[in-house]
């Protein structure tokens, strides 16, 4: 079964740094696009950060200049590397991959991680 699993979220105060890590496992052929979103309480779930494949990346306005999002292919792994932290950056961040599962079949199968955790104190 493939499935992301996320860590790196924790309790940290205002300006100061976190990377979050996403790692993807099971069978599958190839991942597409990779992306990070967030929820803060009471809100809607918010994209973050993107990255395709080849290495293509795009950012909301709020964490322009202070986020970076990038991958290791050959380990299956995307990281976002955040930096200059406010306390509005405050909410569960999840990982979600577009995969594909076999070569044969172009099919996209859109999977979710369970979440992470960021509380920025002010």
């Known amino acids: 079964q493939v499935q992301l699993v996320e860590s790196g979220g924790e309790l940290v105060q205002a300006g100061g740094s976190l990377r979050l890590t996403c790692v993807a496992s099971?069978?599958?052929?190839?991942?597409?696009?990779m992306r990070w979103y967030r929820q803060a309480p009471g809100e809607r779930r918010e994209l973050v950060a993107a990255i395709t494949s080849g290495g293509n990346t795009n950012y909301v306005d709020s964490v322009k200049g202070r986020f970076t999002i990038s991958r290791d292919n050959a380990k299956n792994t995307v990281y976002l590397q955040m930096n200059s932290l406010k306390p509005e950056d405050t909410a569960v961040y999840y990982c979600n991959a577009d995969f594909v599962y076999h070569d044969y079949d172009s099919r996209i199968y859109d999977i979710w991680g369970q979440g992470t955790q960021v509380t920025v104190s002010s």
């Open positions: 099971g069978n599958f052929f190839m991942i597409n696009d």
